[in-house]
């Protein structure tokens, strides 16, 4: 099976910084994208970023210029980098990644269980 697990989220003040990080772990044979998402309370999950096993990223556009996504394709790992924090990034944001794992050819979704990220003063 594949898991991935979300850290590096809390409490920050607006106009501040946060990382976040989440490694896939498993029988995984290659990942293919990787990304973010983040659902505020009362509202529906939405797309924060986005990255290929190749680097080419898209962003939500509200974050376009403060976050940062990448990744370590040896390590499975996606980050996402937080700057210029606002309280309206708050939310629980969630990983995931499209995991061809092995033995098998075809990719399958997988989701972190999200960790909170809090903007406030």
């Known amino acids: 099976q594949v898991q991935l697990v979300e850290s590096g989220g809390g409490l920050v003040q607006p106009g501040g910084s946060l990382g976040l990080s989440c490694a896939a772990s498993?029988?995984?044979?290659?990942?293919?994208?990787m990304g973010w998402y983040r659902q505020a309370p009362g509202k529906e999950r939405e797309l924060v970023a986005t990255i290929i096993s190749g680097g080419t990223t898209n962003y939500k556009d509200s974050v376009k210029g403060r976050f940062t996504i990448s990744r370590n394709n040896a390590k499975n790992t996606v980050y996402l980098q937080m700057n210029s924090l606002k309280p309206e990034d708050t939310a629980v944001y969630y990983c995931?990644?499209?995991?061809?794992?092995?033995?098998?050819?075809?990719?399958?979704?997988?989701w972190g269980k999200g960790t909170l990220v809090t903007v406030s003063s």
């Open positions: 498993g029988s995984i044979f290659r990942v293919n994208a």
């Open positions: 995931n990644a499209e995991v061809v794992r092995e033995g098998y050819q075809s990719a399958i979704l997988y």
